[in-house]
């Protein structure tokens, strides 16, 4: 099945200890990018890559870190979270060009204490 | 990017159609409309896309002027699960950097009332 495959689905951490959110997609997608989602503001972007070694920033990227050292798997990485950071994540991915829409994960819901 | 302006909330009864609009003034040429829904804790699931004049598939219609300005995803004969947040985008998808940042705002919430 074509899917977007994010882990853990919920997550409390405390302030400061680093924890990565993994996404892995199966369907060879170029595209791949992360969106945090807080109430009254949507969706917004944190990162994106168009490729394997290229990432650029989105809306909101500070205090977060991505790589894209295969094709398949984007990791979000929260060096030292903060409260501030707590939200619902969401990582998409979609071919590079053509009509297509984005694939997202299911979610991983953050609370840091 | 093209800015998009949507109602933030609507309501609708069963059975019905409901159409929600989305105004784009600002779209360029090569920008493509798309519509996702997203039901709460999950993830935005991609119902729709469409150039101009009118798209339709198995969801939703899309209905889209000439002057591209605004569109409307047309939702025939709701059901309470429909209730979700629908999401308009414009970007240009046609392109190596169409996909880049596209923006999704804050949607509008469709409430359907039995």
């Known amino acids: 099945e074509a899917q977007v495959t994010q882990n853990p689905r919920y997550l409390i951490t405390v302030t400061g200890k680093k924890l990565t959110v993994t996404c892995s997609q199966n369907?060879?997608?170029?595209?791949m990018s992360w969106y945090r989602q807080d109430p009254g503001l949507g969706l917004r972007q944190i990162y994106y890559?168009?490729?394997?070694?290229?990432?650029d920033k989105g809306d909101v990227p500070e205090g977060y870190k991505v790589s894209r050292k295969e094709k398949r798997n984007f990791p979000l990485i929260l060096e030292s979270p903060s409260p501030n950071q707590t939200s619902l994540y969401f990582c998409?991915?979609?071919?590079?060009?053509?009509?297509?829409?984005?694939?997202f994960g299911s979610g991983t819901r953050l609370t840091v204490v | 990017l093209a800015k998009t302006t949507q109602p933030i909330s609507m309501d609708s009864y069963e059975g019905q159609e409901v159409n929600i609009t989305c105004s784009h003034n600002?779209?360029?040429?090569?920008?493509?409309i798309t519509w996702y829904q997203q039901f709460p804790s999950q993830g935005p699931r991609f119902i729709i896309q469409?150039?101009?004049t009118k798209v339709t598939n198995e969801v939703a219609s899309l209905f889209i002027p000439a002057d591209r300005k605004s569109s409307t995803l047309s939702l025939p004969r709701v059901s309470l699960s429909d209730t979700a947040v629908y999401y308009c985008?414009?970007?240009?998808?046609?392109?190596?950097?169409?996909?880049?940042?596209?923006?999704f705002g804050t949607g509008t919430r469709l409430t359907i009332i039995p």
């Open positions: 998409a991915s979609s071919p590079l060009r053509g009509n297509y829409g984005y694939t």
């Open positions: 369907m060879n997608h170029e595209y």
């Open positions: 890559s168009m490729n394997v070694e290229v990432t």
């Open positions: 600002n779209i360029a040429t090569n920008d493509y």
């Open positions: 469409g150039y101009k």
């Open positions: 985008l414009v970007g240009d998808i046609g392109s190596d950097f169409g996909n880049e940042k596209l923006t």
